[in-house]
């Protein structure tokens, strides 16, 4: 991997390094997470300050090492994802699918998927799509990422696929009603939000279109979710934090459609 590369990428983060140096991590298509050594990023009129910007993708030209930092030297076909850029709540979530990917997956790990998948949800994003479901699918479909992999087909005590069900931490997966009493430590979780998640855990991010929820329903799906990173992943990123906190003030801030009462499929 010594020579020169060329790669689609999106950028996870940039830091400052030195005075006028910076780092930057870019997700490659084709060579997984790689942090770059941009020499001069500070100074004005740099050719890559564009390519390097948060929430940007493009196809990035460097010196892509196996060992220590890589190198950038060009980029092209440069795309901000503008609305991302612009509007605070959107950046938020993107921040925190960004910090996900960045701590789901090693260093220089080739998955062209995860990337695909970041490149989808990023882009429904930046279309202002509902941004808590395009994050709740991201956080379901990455687990399995984290080593983490539920069979949110069926219960895991006698095989049914219908009902209401729950999900039980001592089986690892779903309970159907009839076997609610197998656990008693189960979620205690709203059935309607296990549906949901038991829909997010294969949808294309293309059908996305046709998934509209009531905000008790988002609420209920996103407790379940932090049930199950807390206990299965276990990492805390601010980003994630940032969003609960925005959450909080965010409402008087939101504009006021994002309040409207939803139909629920
Ligand atoms: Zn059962």
């Known amino acids: 991997m010594k020579q020169i590369a060329e790669s689609k990428g999106i950028i996870l983060f940039t830091k400052d390094y030195k005075e006028k140096d910076k780092l930057v991590k870019i997700f490659t298509e084709s060579a997984g997470k790689l942090m770059f050594f941009v020499k001069g990023a ?41 609305k991302i850029q612009q509007d605070i709540f959107a950046a938020a979530y993107a921040t925190y ?12 790990v080739y998955d062209p998927n995860l990337f695909h998948f970041l490149q989808q949800a990023l882009t429904l994003l930046d279309e202002g799509k509902d941004f808590e479901i395009v994050t709740n699918i991201f956080e379901i479909q990455i687990l399995q990422r984290f080593g983490v992999l539920f069979n949110w087909e069926q ?10 069900f729950d999900f039980s931490p001592k089986y690892h997966g779903l ?36 998934i509209h929820l009531k905000p008790e329903t988002k609420k209920q799906i996103q407790k379940v979710v932090d049930q199950l990173f807390e206990e299965y992943v276990g990492i805390h990123l601010k980003s994630k934090k940032f969003i609960e906190q925005m959450n909080d003030w965010g409402n008087i801030l939101k504009p006021t459609n994002e309040n409207e009462e939803n139909t629920e499929k």
Do not use: W
């Open 155 to 164: 219960c895991q005590i006698c095989g049914q696929t219908q009902g209401k």
């Open 175 to 210: 309970l159907c009603e009839r076997h609610f009493l197998e656990d008693k430590h189960r979620y205690q979780a709203d059935p309607v939000a296990i549906h949901f998640i038991r829909q997010f855990s294969k949808v294309s991010y293309q059908k996305i279109q046709s």
């Open 42 to 82: 500070h100074r004005k009129n740099n050719p890559l300050t564009p390519a390097i910007m948060p929430y940007t993708q493009g196809v990035y030209l460097g010196k892509f090492n196996e060992e220590g930092l890589s190198f950038l030297n060009a980029a092209k076909e440069i795309q901000p994802f503008l």
């Open 97 to 108: 699918l960004l910090t996900l990917t960045d701590a789901a997956i090693e260093d220089r």
